[in-house]
């Protein structure tokens, strides 16, 4: 590697780990207001199995607050690899609904910008059952 690359490269971010990791104790919790203050106002939220993101921390708290009685989801963190701009963690979640649940692994990829998640997209490993489980919410 030259001296470019290695002084261009990103270092591990103590910081990024740890707004990750409290954000998915948030949502573990039902700590709304917790999760809200992890998130830019300008939040892009992508889900599995949705064509356009939720663009802005209002809309995307509209969402969930309408989808809440309608189901539980949870997350157990497996790991976590971050820098100061980009976090991947990887989650399995279990959601309850109707009496119905559903685990599932996930890849959470984050853009973090000025100490807040700035964009999420999610990737799992069988998305139609998620699209079938979530169908309606």
Same mark, same amino acid.
């Given at each position: 590697?030259?001296?470019?690359?290695?002084?261009?490269?990103?270092?591990?971010?103590?910081?990024?780990?740890?707004?990750?990791?409290?954000?998915?104790?948030?949502?573990?919790?039902?700590?709304?207001?917790?999760?809200? /203050?992890? #998130? @830019?106002?300008?939040?892009?939220?992508?889900?599995?199995?949705? +064509?356009?993101?939720?663009? $802005?921390?209002?809309? %995307?708290?509209?969402?969930?607050?309408?989808?809440?009685?309608?189901?539980?989801?949870?997350?157990?963190?497996? /790991?976590? #690899? @971050?820098?100061?701009?980009?976090?991947?963690?990887?989650?399995? +979640?279990?959601?309850?609904? $109707?009496?119905?649940? %559903?685990?599932?692994?996930?890849?959470?990829?984050?853009?973090?910008?000025?100490?807040?998640?700035?964009?999420?997209?999610?990737?799992?490993?069988?998305?139609?059952?998620?699209?079938?489980?979530? +169908?309606?919410?």
């Amino acid at each position: 590697m030259n001296k470019q690359s290695a002084a261009t490269m990103k270092r591990t971010s103590d910081a990024s780990v740890k707004l990750i990791r409290d954000a998915l104790d948030a949502l573990n919790r039902g700590d709304n207001q917790a999760m809200a /203050d992890m #998130l @830019a106002d300008d939040i892009e939220w992508h889900e599995i199995g949705r +064509a356009e993101p939720i663009v $802005g921390k209002e809309a %995307l708290g509209a969402r969930y607050l309408a989808a809440a009685p309608a189901y539980e989801i949870s997350g157990e963190l497996h /790991d976590v #690899l @971050a820098n100061e701009e980009h976090g991947i963690a990887l989650v399995t +979640a279990t959601a309850h609904m $109707g009496g119905r649940t %559903l685990v599932y692994k996930t890849a959470e990829i984050f853009h973090i910008r000025e100490g807040k998640i700035s964009a999420r997209w999610a990737f799992s490993d069988d998305t139609g059952a998620i699209n079938a489980f979530f +169908a309606g919410t």
